[in-house]
């Protein structure tokens, strides 16, 4: 629990501010497919099956995730335990905020949030883990079943959960079709596959995701990148850590590159044209990080004015004009130097995030922990960068 000193720093500092979450996940309970699939589709929807003696999630006759354990480091008594612990729980070990609604509710009001933006766990943070295993009717079936639920949440949450919607990125006339209905259901933004190249599919940066791209400035609907998108960027044990290191410095090591991973993504998208083909796009870089931003874009401007040489390779606008202009980054654990931090990479574009319930996660005091660097602030720049940042970019409602 908030000690009494924190929590009345906490309280001066964010007085005023309707603190909202940019990057929490959800532990999708074990019936969230099966319980509104269709007949047809009961069989083949993620389920856990026994296989080989061991309780597995499964797609089709595919295996999703080689456990059942829930992604969440809080116990059920709301401890957070250290290291590698979590990977051996079952869901009922658990906190039940990484499911429960009403929960993670309780646990939002404890923290001084007030609302959060939600990613997903099983089918991937891109939904691209489905990709290699079943097909494409399959895979809508099951984005569009969660898709479902996640509106569902959102309204039992009284509008304070707001879940980015799963992308059908494998049919560009699906994506725009989803993403519609989605809007239609009142969700917020879009959740997608970074690299759809790995997948035989054209690059983001090709025209053939126009209708994407068109469909989101239509609908209001930013795009969010979260860390580890694609199969290209999850990678939690393999080549970033060299192969003698321990389990628990592999994991160190691959969670701190998974959030450079989206260095590459964002020089991608501010240098491919696709801001100048749609200016009012907005790109959100999740569970990223923001030192690195200044350091990027600085890099980015200086090999562009070097490389840049003909005519139709130029760009409307510099680097650094796109991300004020169209992109914000999240951050959570930052402390050196970050209040003027905050100032290089633009009052306007950076936004806080807790990655509850992940092992990284801020928990307990996850405002509180920020009392000293939100301090050096001024109370509007907090305000932007702690909910009204956010609030904007996905058209949250107002408070009531």
């Given at each position: 629990?908030?000690?009494?000193?924190?929590?009345?720093?906490?309280?001066?500092?964010?007085?005023?501010?309707?603190?909202?979450?940019?990057?929490?996940?959800?532990?999708?309970?074990?019936?969230?497919?099966?319980?509104?699939?269709?007949?047809?589709?009961?069989?083949?929807?993620?389920?856990?099956?026994?296989?080989?003696?061991?309780?597995?999630?499964?797609?089709?006759?595919?295996?999703?995730?080689?456990?059942?354990?829930?992604?969440?480091?809080?116990?059920?008594?709301?401890?957070?335990?250290?290291?590698?612990?979590?990977?051996?729980?079952?869901?009922?070990?658990?906190?039940?905020?990484?499911?429960?609604?009403?929960?993670?509710?309780?646990?939002?009001?404890?923290?001084?949030?007030?609302?959060?933006?939600?990613?997903?766990?099983?089918?991937?943070?891109?939904?691209?883990?489905?990709?290699?295993?079943?097909?494409?009717?399959?895979?809508?079936?099951?984005?569009?079943?969660?898709?479902?639920?996640?509106?569902?949440?959102?309204?039992?949450?009284?509008?304070?959960?707001?879940?980015?919607?799963?992308?059908?990125?494998?049919?560009?006339?699906?994506?725009?079709?989803?993403?519609?209905?989605?809007?239609?259901?009142?969700?917020?933004?879009?959740?997608?596959?970074?690299?759809?190249?790995?997948?035989?599919?054209?690059?983001?940066?090709?025209?053939?995701?126009?209708?994407?791209?068109?469909?989101?400035?239509?609908?209001?609907?930013?795009?969010?990148?979260?860390?580890?998108?694609?199969?290209?960027?999850?990678?939690?044990?393999?080549?970033?850590?060299?192969?003698?290191?321990?389990?628990?410095?592999?994991?160190?090591?691959?969670?701190?590159?998974?959030?450079?991973?989206?260095?590459?993504?964002?020089?991608?998208?501010?240098?491919?044209?696709?801001?100048?083909?749609?200016?009012?796009?907005?790109?959100?870089?999740?569970?990223?990080?923001?030192?690195?931003?200044?350091?990027?874009?600085?890099?980015?401007?200086?090999?562009?004015?070097?490389?840049?040489?003909?005519?139709?390779?130029?760009?409307?606008?510099?680097?650094?004009?796109?991300?004020?202009?169209?992109?914000?980054?999240?951050?959570?654990?930052?402390?050196?130097?970050?209040?003027e931090m905050v100032k290089?990479?633009?009052?306007?574009?950076?936004?806080?995030?807790?990655?509850?319930?992940?092992?990284?996660?801020?928990?307990?005091?996850?405002?509180?922990?920020?009392?000293?660097?939100?301090?050096?602030?001024?109370?509007?720049?907090?305000?932007?960068?702690?909910?009204?940042?956010?609030?904007k970019v996905y058209g949250?409602?107002?408070?009531?």
């Open positions: 629990m908030m000690n009494a000193v924190v929590e009345a720093n906490r309280n001066t500092l964010l007085s005023g501010i309707d603190v909202v979450d940019v990057d929490a996940h959800y532990t999708e309970p074990a019936d969230l497919w099966i319980s509104r699939a269709p007949a047809r589709w009961k069989d083949r929807v993620p389920q856990i099956r026994e296989v080989g003696g061991k309780k597995v999630w499964c797609i089709d006759d595919g295996i999703l995730s080689d456990s059942i354990q829930p992604f969440c480091q809080i116990k059920k008594d709301g401890t957070k335990t250290p290291g590698l612990e979590y990977m051996g729980y079952l869901p009922e070990d658990a906190h039940p905020a990484a499911s429960d609604v009403k929960s993670r509710l309780k646990v939002l009001d404890a923290e001084g949030i007030w609302a959060q933006i939600v990613y997903p766990n099983l089918l991937g943070f891109g939904g691209a883990k489905q990709a290699q295993i079943v097909d494409e009717e399959l895979r809508l079936v099951s984005v569009q079943i969660f898709n479902d639920a996640m509106a569902e949440m959102q309204e039992a949450s009284g509008n304070r959960i707001f879940p980015m919607a799963l992308m059908p990125w494998w049919d560009i006339n699906a994506v725009v079709n989803e993403i519609k209905r989605c809007h239609g259901m009142g969700l917020k933004g879009i959740n997608t596959n970074s690299d759809p190249q790995n997948h035989g599919l054209p690059d983001l940066a090709e025209a053939h995701w126009n209708p994407m791209w068109a469909a989101a400035v239509e609908y209001g609907m930013p795009i969010n990148f979260h860390i580890g998108a694609s199969d290209q960027t999850m990678d939690w044990w393999g080549d970033q850590p060299w192969p003698s290191q321990s389990e628990e410095r592999r994991v160190a090591i691959s969670a701190s590159m998974l959030s450079m991973c989206n260095i590459r993504i964002l020089a991608n998208i501010i240098t491919s044209g696709i801001l100048d083909r749609f200016p009012a796009l907005k790109f959100v870089s999740v569970e990223s990080g923001i030192g690195w931003v200044p350091f990027m874009l600085e890099s980015l401007e200086y090999q562009y004015k070097q490389y840049f040489t003909k005519k139709e390779n130029f760009l409307r606008l510099s680097p650094w004009e796109y991300f004020e202009r169209n992109i914000y980054s999240t951050f959570w654990f930052e402390r050196a130097g970050f209040a290089r990479v633009g009052v306007n574009n950076v936004m806080f995030e807790t990655d509850f319930p992940h092992p990284s996660c801020l928990y307990p005091e996850a405002t509180g922990f920020l009392s000293a660097e939100l301090a050096k602030l001024d109370m509007e720049t907090r305000g932007k960068i702690m909910g009204g940042n956010a609030a949250l409602p107002a408070r009531r």
